[in-house]
């Protein structure tokens, strides 16, 4: 169903204007199987972690508490408008990202693994962690779907220009109509306002709850994950409760 269908004239002239505004922006959107890895090389949310042999599968703060795999990205197989997003050094990469879900996960720099080409071919499986909170899911298919700048200071700017209350009914339907809230790109989804890791950031992933990623930040909360676009090696968490 088109995220338009349904939709009655105040929505549709809110949906001109923020094509109108440049507040229209396309994201790829994610759809998986619940199911456990049974290879290394492929992109997932959590379950069994990658190693090289001989190598400690854990992740852990400088307190010890181990972390959980939240997102798994092998370039290779993803879109190529999604491998647009990252550096030309992470082309053949499996990457691993990991989060604090014992306390609240951490804003700012995220604990990451990266292997490559000649590694992967050697990568083992561990199983995740004790009482994991995001349950695995294995990437499966890609929709691509408009999203909107509702959310950052460029838009809050120009509220003025437009219903408050008709944006909010407005972006609340089309969001209720999606099984799938994560996506590549497109434009981030703030809950408290914006936050970004700055200049020389690009944008990766949006993250929320939904049919396939089984965790919440926070209370109905989003994050955001961003790959810098100087030190390929570095991403960023910026995540808010709704």
């Known amino acids: 169903m088109s995220h338009l269908e349904g939709l009655n004239q105040e929505q549709l002239g809110a ?3 923020f094509g109108k505004k440049g507040f229209t922006k396309k994201g790829i959107f994610i759809r998986c199987e619940k199911a456990e890895a049974t290879k290394a090389a492929l ?4 379950g069994k972690v990658p190693h090289l042999p001989g190598e400690d599968p854990s992740v852990k703060t400088e307190d010890g508490v181990q972390l959980e795999l939240a997102v798994q990205l092998y370039v ?3 879109p190529e408008n999604v491998q647009r997003l990252l550096p030309q050094e992470l082309q053949d ?3 691993l990202l990991f989060i604090n879900t014992e306390d609240s996960p951490e804003n700012g720099p995220m604990p990451v693994r990266i292997y490559h080409k000649d590694d992967i071919s050697k990568l083992e499986l561990a199983d995740a962690k004790e009482d994991a909170h995001i349950e695995s899911a294995i990437f499966k298919s890609y929709e691509v779907i408009d999203t909107y700048n509702d959310s950052g200071n460029d838009f ?4 003025e220009e437009v219903d408050g209350l008709v944006v909010e009914e ?3 339907e089309i969001r209720s109509k999606r099984d799938t809230n994560c996506y590549f790109g497109g434009f981030p ?3 408290q ?3 970004s890791p700055g200049e020389g950031w690009t944008l990766l992933l949006n993250l929320q709850d939904d049919s396939y990623f089984s965790y919440m930040f926070g209370d109905a909360g989003t994050a955001q994950i961003w790959v810098n676009d100087s030190d390929p090696t570095q991403f960023d968490l910026e995540w808010q409760c709704g």
């Open 156 to 159: 809050l700017e120009s509220m």
């Open 15 to 17: 949906i001109e204007w």
């Open 93 to 95: 990469a499996l990457i």
């Open 43 to 46: 992109s997932k949310y959590g």
């Open 193 to 195: 306002g914006e936050a």
């Open 170 to 172: 407005l972006m609340h």
């Open 189 to 191: 989804y703030f809950v």
């Open 76 to 78: 290779p197989e993803l």
